[in-house]
């Protein structure tokens, strides 16, 4: 897969594409349906299949101070938009120069001039330019007068539930990862370098790999079961923690992980946590020898688990 990194600064591509542009956090099952049209359409017109994000959000970029959880980071939507056949991964910086284009220049600038669009397919509530003037009949207009293929939106409902990003959140944030996964198709993951903690766990008899979240999480507080995919490839068993650690006074987010299969350093190596179960909320304990003994339950319960689920 080709990445522009910056679509502002990138050469033309002469060769044209087949085109989809959305935020795609988590690329769920509805994103994934979109892909699957677009992949089929440039392979009728023998060109890529590309994919245009937004980084960061622009929700994000407008509320800084406040801004919503996200289900991936760039780099894990690059690797799941790869897995999925996209050609052309097309990454839009969004700050103030972005949010400043006309709806015009960012179709005649971007999308024609730069990406040379043959088909475009986005969802049905899509708005771009600045003050978001542009939406669906902007999109047409400029589409009848260049000759451009508008794609028509798969709609895909799970359990008679319309897939969106907002709904995995919300599954999320309950706690109910096994919902969320429904939706997304795959078992919802985190990825990160493992940093060096506290070491308290170790203490405990359980040490933990660590990795602090650099995008506001969706997830609950809590413990759960999950599946680690080392650098190695292989896949190992774990208990997580997500919280703030409110027993040792703890403020900050962390991902905690003890592998209950595993022994090694594994600091700065890059894993993947796939969240399988949610165990239960994250406490306050009088002490660390209640701690202990919950963390202890902890494990067994999510060794019971893991043994009754296959591996994403």
């Given at each position: ?133 542009g939406d669906a009949h902007t999109l047409e207009r400029f589409a009848e007068a260049r000759g451009v ?164």
């Amino acid at each position: 897969m080709r990445i522009i990194r910056s679509i502002r600064t990138a050469p033309a591509q002469p060769q044209g594409c087949v085109l989809t542009i959305g935020n795609f956090d988590g690329l769920h099952r509805g994103h994934q349906a979109v892909i699957e049209r677009v992949r089929e359409r440039a392979a009728a017109l023998g060109l890529p299949a590309a994919m245009m994000t937004f980084d960061p959000a622009p929700r994000a970029f407008f509320t800084p101070d406040d801004p919503p959880p996200r289900l991936s980071s760039l780099r894990e939507k690059m690797e799941d938009a790869a897995a999925l056949g996209i050609d052309v991964f097309v990454r839009a910086r969004f700050d103030r120069a972005f949010a400043q284009l006309s709806p015009e220049a960012f179709l005649e600038d971007l999308i024609e001039r730069r990406l040379g669009a043959r088909a475009i397919l986005v969802g049905r509530d899509f708005r771009f330019g600045h003050r978001r003037a542009g939406d669906a009949h902007t999109l047409e207009r400029f589409a009848e007068a260049r000759g451009v293929e508008l794609l028509p939106v798969p709609d895909v409902c799970v359990h008679g539930e319309r897939v969106s990003s907002t709904r995995v959140r919300e599954r999320l944030g309950a706690g109910d990862v096994v919902g969320a996964s429904r939706l997304l198709g795959r078992a919802y993951r985190v990825t990160g370098r493992v940093v060096r903690g506290e070491q308290l766990g170790r203490t405990l008899g359980f040490p933990t790999a660590n990795l602090r979240l650099r995008r506001p999480a969706a997830l609950r507080y809590g413990v759960y079961a999950v599946r680690v995919r080392l650098a190695d490839g292989c896949l190992h068993a774990g208990a997580a923690s997500f919280g703030v650690r409110p027993t040792v006074n703890g403020r900050d987010e962390l991902l905690e992980i003890y592998l209950l299969d595993f022994s090694g350093d594994l600091y700065g190596q890059r894993i993947d946590v796939f969240f399988e179960h949610f165990v239960r909320a994250e406490e306050h304990y009088d002490s660390l020898d209640a701690l202990t003994r919950q963390m202890h339950a902890d494990v067994a319960e999510v060794g019971r688990l893991l043994n009754n689920t296959s591996s994403p």
